[in-house]
């Protein structure tokens, strides 16, 4: 069974900076997870989409997060990261990592991220 664990979460100030991870436990083969992405749901809203990345590196980002936010992986380990610059109180929410593995979607259970003013 695919597990998807994510670490990183917590509460800082206007400004501070945060760095966000997730490993994939259950899979077979370096890069198997593909894509792996950030969403996250603020309190009264959907979800959205933050962040992916895809075998050979290319990233998307939604507008809101680009230039604050960037996403990396370690291949070898399946793991995702979500280096978080600059936060803004409108960053609160709760953040969750997707992965796909042989095309079956994969959520973890979401970190909290405050971000105080």
């Known amino acids: 069974q695919v597990q998807l664990v994510e670490s990183g979460g917590g509460l800082v100030q206007a400004g501070g900076s945060l760095t966000l991870s997730c490993s994939a436990s259950g899979v077979i083969g370096s890069g198997s997870v593909n894509p792996m992405g950030w969403y996250r749901q603020a309190q009264g809203k959907e979800r959205e989409l933050v962040a992916t990345?895809?075998?050979?590196?290319?990233?998307n980002y939604a507008d809101s997060v680009k230039g604050r936010f960037a996403i990396s992986r370690d291949y070898r380990k399946n793991t995702v990261y979500l280096r978080m610059n600059s936060l803004k109180p409108d960053d609160t929410a709760v953040y969750y990592c997707k992965g796909t593995y042989y095309g079956r979607e994969f959520w973890g259970q979401g970190t909290q991220v405050t971000v105080s003013s």
């Open positions: 990345i895809i075998l050979g590196g290319h990233t």
